[in-house]
DNA sequence: TGTTGATCTAGACCCAACTCTAGGACTTAG
DNA sequence: CTAAGTCCTAGAGTTGGGTCTAGATCAACA
């Protein structure tokens, strides 16, 4: 019933060495209890925690964002709101990932489509070629990688994100 | 119709930093030139790619992976299958990203779900409390934001990802 | 008895993708 | 003439999410 932070690591897929850090930061709902000789014992319970910490991971969410639930949770009842709050905040933030995923796809795909016609033909040399911009100018689906989606695709392309990564102070002045 | 840093940064939303880093990491297609003094003169075709690295980026894909297909488009013509190999790989990590997010999104839809229904019902003590793990035990709707998604929506539940960030070196050996 | 093997702690290190700083130059407006 | 504004280079610093190391302990096995 009880686990060692081997066996967690390896049925939860993260390293012994992310455990430890996981539990520093605070991010386990219950602290990990130890054995008389130190070593930590897991949970089934801690497992399955662990399995949704990944999954909010991998979409996207900041530790700091699961330690903000985690402690919610820990506080124990009257906070629910708050609690739902936080999982909005996320569920839409997951949604515009998508949509903005979906955006992204439909031009690669448009651009896959044409190198592949284009190949398919054995016209590759009319793709994108920098040495040659005058050609490029003429021709009709020269590669620039950047013509707009088809149509039928630009119903939901993405709003513009500006820059991907904002600095730490309060705030670029440029 | 020539352009200076500071209006690519505000055009393309990158930092002027940003913008000399992308260029010593060679992310440009063209070398970019210089007025006598030295400041670099961009154009507006730097402005277009700068969208698309700006697009792919947000879709996840590396400026490594950037910069070797810019690297294959300045060679010119010749390698095309590799480029279009490059695009089929980063449509396919794509691709699944959104498979991902989708599974993420039905549970967590499922689970906001919940939280409603006790705020409504004003049952909310019945949810995830640490301190309380028989109550819990019982209960069937607890928040442990674990259950199963609802089966309308396992459909396309993803895969295990195993761990979000691979070491280094060669691998880790546990 | 010695040697694995798993664990512990504290703290150093890593990586991507930038951001920020220092010190200097040139341009334009008042 | 000076002040502001934009730009330059080289290189240092930052953030998040870990990884990795060193040195020590402990248990089990041959």
Redo the contacts with the bound molecule.
């Keep these: 019933m009880d686990l060692?932070?081997?066996?967690v690591?390896q049925r939860s897929g993260?390293?012994?060495?992310?455990l430890?850090?996981?539990e520093r930061e605070g991010l386990f709902a219950n602290p990990v209890r130890?054995l008389a000789?130190?070593?930590?014992i897991y949970h089934e319970d801690d497992l399955e925690w662990l399995a949704i910490c990944t999954k909010l991971?991998s979409s996207g969410m900041?530790?700091?964002m699961i330690r903000q639930y985690i402690e919610l949770v820990r506080q124990g009842t009257g906070n629910e709101h708050e609690r739902l709050e936080l999982l909005r905040r996320h569920q839409n933030h997951v949604e515009a990932q998508i949509r903005e995923l979906q955006g992204t796809l439909d031009v690669m795909r448009h651009k896959v489509q044409i190198y592949e016609d284009h190949l398919a033909r054995g016209e590759a040399d009319r793709l994108w070629n920098p040495s040659h911009p005058d050609t490029e100018q003429g021709s009709e689906d020269v590669d620039r990688l950047c013509e707009v989606a088809p149509s039928r695709a630009t119903s939901h392309s993405p709003q513009i994100t500006g820059?991907?990564?904002?600095?730490?102070?309060e705030r670029?002045r440029r």
């Design positions: 060692s932070i081997g066996e690591a993260l390293s012994v060495h992310a430890r850090f996981y130890r000789n130190g070593r930590r991971r900041s530790l700091t820059p991907l990564h904002v600095p730490a102070g670029r």
